[in-house]
């Protein structure tokens, strides 16, 4: 497993300034610290580069300061730092009982639900992000029986039908203690887990366990902090 820490300034105001700060700065520390994060990707598989990551939080705290918020708020902010370096990205919203993405980035269209539930095309709510070249397929609603609809059939096959359209993809999830992570990770070529450098290392170790027995795939650990 790769460690990369992030300090906890650069996160101090909040996900969606971060969100925020690395589509208006480009060059700023924000999104330096995201450029560093997003070299670290590819050394976190054995063989191959990863072509599909998920983000998670080590912690069940969804709170605009907690690990679940944050894992969100960086995974969207390194999606559109490598989306501004010429990276073509597609960020999914995996997190979809508690949709945040839309909010985040100031979307007013497209919808993860009728994808999910096999009613529409994915390419068809596909949405640009107004402030950088990222392409998003986010969720507006909470969908019900979240677990289930990610572990279909239909799910993977938008991941591979993505892959081919997109250098990487962005997966945004749950909390890691959540039934639809598991689902979500074994999907994806890599795991970052976001957690508390301060709080939480009992926290992230525990996790990084459930994970790891759940899921063959690689894991990366994003220390937020001191």
């Avoid at 990551?53 to 705290?61: E, I, K, L, Q, S």
């Avoid at 839309?102 to 919808?111: D, E, M, P």
């Avoid at 009613?119 to 640009?128: A, G, K, L, S, T």
Wanted: aromatic share 2%; net charge positive.
């Amino acid at each position: 497993a790769v460690t990369a820490p992030l300090p906890r300034d650069l996160v101090r105001r909040g996900g969606k300034a971060l969100v925020r700060r690395v589509a208006s700065q480009p060059a700023g520390p924000e999104a330096e610290a995201l450029r560093s994060l997003r070299a670290e990707v590819p050394h976190l598989a054995r063989a191959g580069v990863p072509r599909c990551v998920m983000f998670t939080g080590a912690g069940p705290d969804q709170s605009a300061g907690g690990s679940a918020a944050l894992a969100v708020a960086i995974g969207v902010a390194m999606a559109r730092v490598a989306a501004l370096d010429g990276e073509r990205v597609l960020l999914i919203e995996g997190h979809v009982q508690a949709p945040s993405v839309a909010r985040l980035l100031g979307l007013q269209s497209g919808s993860m639900s009728p994808v999910l539930e096999g009613r529409e095309i994915w390419r068809n709510q596909v949405v640009h992000d107004p402030a950088t070249p990222l392409h998003v397929l986010a969720g507006k609603q909470p969908a019900e029986h979240s677990t289930a609809l990610l572990t279909t059939t239909g799910f993977q096959n938008l991941l591979v039908a993505a892959q081919a359209d997109y250098d990487l993809l962005v997966l945004t999830a749950p909390p890691v203690t959540a039934a639809a992570t598991l689902a979500l990770a074994q999907r994806a070529d890599a795991v970052l887990l976001v957690a508390d450098a301060k709080t939480t290392s009992e926290q992230a170790q525990t996790a990084a366990a459930r994970l790891t027995e759940r899921s063959r795939n690689a894991l990366g650990v994003v220390l937020v902090g001191p």
